[in-house]
């Protein structure tokens, strides 16, 4: 990016936090917390910052105008020391759904990469090595997209019922933000998760993914002399009701040729199981009678709960969620790749929550681009692009989306 | 001396049994005389159980002996000041506590745990069908049972409802077991090293005896000094040959890999050269990074590799072969293959 562009995202930043930082919510137990900010100059990071009031990390937003700012999930009694003389006091829950971590159709469409050695670039997944130059270092960008952040969200929705069903987790207990770029983050603050350490955070990032889970501890199991198959309802709780529910959404949606790509499963198992899968179906609403087909073996139920349950964790990161000094974006601030503003989302708005509306940031004015190239988007209620080589006049939060992204440059 | 009341000499390090002890004020001078020789025959049995059987027995004849001579006990621990055997005494005490928690009815074991540990828990009415007696707190759960290796412990593997983890009586057990090894262990790191009479140093004489005989029979066997490569767990091996064409590696991806090569005996700067050769790593950082793992730079602990478990939960654990079942961390893996393909240390 030119230093012209980087100039006139950095003003339009300013303008930003001028009108709004007063509006920005401060974490709790601030001159705990770890400050970090990726400052535009150098395009680097900046860490170990501490501050003793929202008054001055609202000031350094202003003066310093940074591209991205981010505060720690761990709280210290000393923020600003190097890792090892912080004095750890404890940390935030945290968790974070990136739809790049998602297998969504449409990765092809929107996911590039720029070989860093030769600048050659494609569509979809890198390469191993640059066909071109043979170079193994790629950049990887991608397009907002519906899709994905839609993906993301059903993920979200699904980790929410793990917080509060599961681990009893309070809605005060919660916050869910949508990162300004390609995910969700879902912070959740108490007394009690606090200490956990990285060990035991595991165990919960284990439980949210369905790692290491064993059908047989959750009620699926062959009763007595004759075997007959018994296991957990639909209405279970815990993971019992989501294998019951994994498998009732599976047989609802599969085609016998799906069920056969389950390794392990004969062809005339997954007949058995279509000729029935009406009736299966149907009595589950009531109690879920594994047993009722007696051609359908122990092992094809076990095989297919295995399958099943894939679908009903959800895909968070593992790193982000047992690391004890992870900083996440603060809510309200710029993403520095696109132009919009981390929002936090209350639990009940969070299925009609739009992204491309309530996470613009600059919506007034337009602005005079050239655009170099873009996929199709939309922002607030338009839609615009695909652009290629062209000057447009844009609205500002779709030209600064633009501009952000590398794909385009005022005129002057 | 005072009477040693109800539950304290079976459970040494709760409040009452602390008070009771307290109660009793006995100084170390007045230990190494006559009158106290029972409590140190038992403190020193104590500990011998503690390393010859892995366990300690509950000697419910004289209640009086059995609770004073746990701390006793203690303060000969920490007066040796060895790792192993603090580690190894807590447990054996801790696992003489659970079997005795298994044979409490559920009330009297709910009534310990409350007045003892700060958990959260409650009993489970009992209904049909469904065996669990307890539920406990997720948090407490995973503080305790995160440790546990068997798929059953496992947070994924339990009914997890509201909060709570439904449990029955011998899981509560044996996750106080847990709770009081680390106390103990705790208490004995506390305990300063006092200056003993000549009467205890005879003792702390035999026990230090058994003590070297026993950490002898538990020494590991040594690594071959050179690395091989054909020993290397799946995990591992992806992990290296990702790095020889120079592939990306995630950031945990290459901690495991550091790490584990650093723990097989590969030197800071061979490491160093490795990582430099093949790609474009920027020396002075990828040296930062290898001598932080090392424990060279910063807090100056050095880090472990991974275990499987926390290998699979960041997706590395890749395609287990025969020998990755029943093994739990790739350095065990390494060293078992070794012993399969027949290397010698001299090799």
């Known amino acids: 990016m030119s230093t012209d562009v980087m100039a006139f995202i950095r003003r339009k930043f300013l303008e930003y936090y001028s009108e709004n930082s007063e509006k920005i919510p401060m974490p709790t137990s601030l001159p705990n917390r770890e400050f970090g900010f990726v400052i535009f100059r150098e395009r680097m990071m900046v860490r170990h910052k501490g501050f003793i009031n929202g008054a001055e990390v609202k000031a350094f937003l202003k003066s310093m105008t940074p591209m991205d700012a981010y505060y720690s999930s761990a709280y210290y009694e000393r923020p600003e020391e190097h890792m090892e003389n912080k004095g750890w006091l404890g940390a935030d829950l945290i968790f974070d759904i990136d739809s790049d971590h998602l297998q969504t159709p449409c990765k092809s469409e929107h996911d590039y990469w720029i070989c860093e050695s030769c600048q050659n670039s494609g569509r979809g997944q890198q390469p191993e090595l640059c066909r071109k130059c043979g170079g193994s270092k790629f950049k990887n960008e991608a397009w907002l997209c519906e899709t994905c952040l839609e993906a993301a969200k059903a993920e979200t929705q699904k980790l929410l019922s793990f917080l509060q069903e599961d681990f009893g987790f309070l809605p005060q207990d919660i916050e869910i933000?949508?990162?300004?770029?390609?995910?969700?983050?879902?912070?959740?603050?108490?007394?009690?998760?606090?200490?956990?350490?990285?060990?035991?955070?595991?165990?919960?990032?284990?439980?949210?993914?369905?790692?290491?889970?064993?059908?047989?501890?959750?009620?699926?199991?062959?009763?007595?002399?004759?075997?007959?198959?018994?296991?957990?309802?639909?209405?279970?709780?815990?993971?019992?009701?989501?294998?019951?529910?994994?498998?009732?959404?599976?047989?609802?949606?599969?085609?016998?040729?799906?069920?056969?790509?389950?390794?392990?499963?004969?062809?005339?198992?997954?007949?058995?199981?279509?000729?029935?899968?009406?009736?299966?179906?149907?009595?589950?609403?009531?109690?879920?009678?594994?047993?009722?087909?007696?051609?359908?073996?122990?092992?094809?139920?076990?095989?297919?709960?295995?399958?099943?349950?894939?679908k009903q964790t959800s895909f968070i990161d593992t790193v982000v969620t047992t690391d004890i000094h992870r900083l996440i974006r603060a809510p309200f601030t710029l993403h520095g790749k696109t132009g919009l503003k981390a929002v936090s989302i209350s639990l009940e708005h969070l299925k009609q929550f739009d992204p491309f509306v309530e996470a613009i940031a600059f919506s007034k004015g337009t602005l005079k681009v050239n655009v170099n190239e873009s996929h199709k988007f939309r922002l607030g209620n338009e839609v615009f692009g695909p652009y290629r080589q062209e000057t447009i006049e844009l609205p500002m939060a779709a030209a600064m989306y633009l501009l952000c992204k590398k794909a385009a440059s005022p005129v002057e | 001396?005072?009477?040693?009341?109800?539950?304290?000499?079976?459970?040494?390090?709760?409040?009452?049994?602390?008070?009771?002890?307290?109660?009793?004020?006995?100084?170390?001078?007045?230990?190494?005389?006559?009158?106290?020789?029972?409590?140190?025959?038992?403190?020193?049995?104590?500990?011998?159980?503690?390393?010859?059987?892995?366990?300690?027995?509950?000697?419910?004849?004289?209640?009086?002996?059995?609770?004073?001579?746990?701390?006793?006990?203690?303060?000969?621990?920490?007066?040796?000041?060895?790792?192993?055997?603090?580690?190894?005494?807590?447990?054996?005490?801790?696992?003489?506590?659970?079997?005795?928690?298994?044979?409490?009815?559920?009330?009297?074991?709910?009534?310990?745990?409350?007045?003892?540990?700060?958990?959260?828990?409650?009993?489970?009415?009992i209904a049909q069908n469904q065996p669990y007696e307890y539920c406990l707190s997720f948090i407490d759960y995973i503080k305790n049972a995160s440790v546990f290796h068997e798929d059953e412990w496992k947070l994924v593997n339990k009914m997890v409802i509201g909060g709570y983890v439904f449990l029955r009586k011998n899981d509560v057990a044996r996750l106080a077991r847990e709770e009081i090894q680390k106390y103990i262990q705790e208490t004995v790191e506390k305990t300063p090293k006092l200056d003993l009479p000549k009467l205890l140093n005879q003792r702390i004489e035999r026990i230090n005896q058994i003590l070297t005989k026993r950490k002898e029979s538990f020494k590991m066997d040594e690594l071959p000094k050179t690395?091989?490569?054909?020993?290397?767990?799946?995990?591992?091996?992806?992990?290296?040959?990702?790095?020889?064409?120079?592939?990306?590696?995630?950031?945990?991806?290459?901690?495991?890999?550091?790490?584990?090569?650093?723990?097989?005996?590969?030197?800071?700067?061979?490491?160093?050269?490795?990582?430099?050769?093949?790609?474009?790593?920027?020396?002075?950082?990828?040296?930062?990074?290898?001598?932080?793992?090392?424990?060279?730079?910063?807090?100056?602990?050095?880090?472990?590799?991974?275990?499987?478990?926390?290998?699979?939960?960041?997706?590395?654990?890749?395609?287990?072969?025969?020998?990755?079942?029943?093994?739990?961390?790739?350095?065990?893996?390494?060293?078992?293959?070794?012993?399969?393909?027949?290397?010698?240390?001299?090799e």
């Open chain 1, 177 to 310: 933000c949508f990162s300004g770029h390609r995910g969700y983050h879902v912070h959740v603050e108490n007394e009690d998760v606090r200490q956990l350490d990285q060990v035991a955070r595991k165990e919960i990032v284990d439980y949210v993914l369905g790692t290491g889970l064993k059908v047989e501890f959750h009620g699926l199991m062959e009763v007595g002399k004759s075997k007959i198959v018994e296991g957990p309802n639909l209405f279970d709780p815990s993971w019992n009701g989501r294998i019951a529910k994994g498998v009732y959404d599976f047989l609802k949606t599969s085609t016998p040729q799906q069920i056969e790509e389950i390794e392990g499963i004969k062809s005339n198992k997954s007949k058995k199981a279509m000729e029935h899968r009406d009736l299966i179906l149907k009595s589950w609403n009531k109690k879920a009678r594994w047993g009722a087909l007696k051609d359908v073996s122990f092992r094809t139920w076990v095989k297919l709960a295995e399958y099943g349950l894939k």
């Open chain 2, 1 to 125: 001396m005072l009477v040693a009341r109800g539950d304290s000499p079976k459970y040494p390090f709760t409040k009452d049994a602390k008070e009771y002890i307290d109660q009793c004020n006995v100084s170390v001078e007045e230990l190494a005389t006559i009158e106290y020789a029972q409590i140190i025959d038992r403190a020193e049995q104590r500990i011998e159980e503690a390393l010859i059987n892995g366990s300690v027995r509950y000697e419910s004849s004289l209640p009086d002996v059995e609770v004073l001579s746990f701390p006793v006990a203690i303060i000969l621990v920490a007066s040796i000041g060895d790792d192993f055997l603090k580690r190894r005494y807590a447990l054996a005490e801790a696992i003489r506590a659970e079997n005795l928690l298994k044979d409490e009815n559920n009330d009297k074991l709910m009534r310990i745990i409350e007045s003892y540990f700060s958990w959260r828990i409650k009993k489970v009415s």
């Open chain 2, 227 to 346: 690395a091989i490569i054909a020993a290397y767990p799946p995990c591992i091996k992806k992990l290296y040959d990702s790095l020889l064409i120079g592939q990306h590696i995630s950031h945990i991806g290459r901690f495991s890999l550091t790490s584990f090569l650093l723990a097989i005996g590969i030197n800071t700067e061979d490491l160093l050269k490795m990582y430099t050769s093949i790609s474009d790593f920027s020396e002075s950082l990828t040296r930062y990074q290898i001598e932080h793992i090392a424990g060279k730079k910063g807090a100056g602990t050095s880090y472990k590799p991974p275990n499987c478990s926390t290998l699979r939960t960041h997706g590395l654990c890749l395609k287990p072969d025969e020998l990755c079942k029943g093994i739990r961390h790739p350095l065990t893996y390494y060293r078992r293959k070794i012993g399969k393909i027949g290397m010698t240390k001299d």
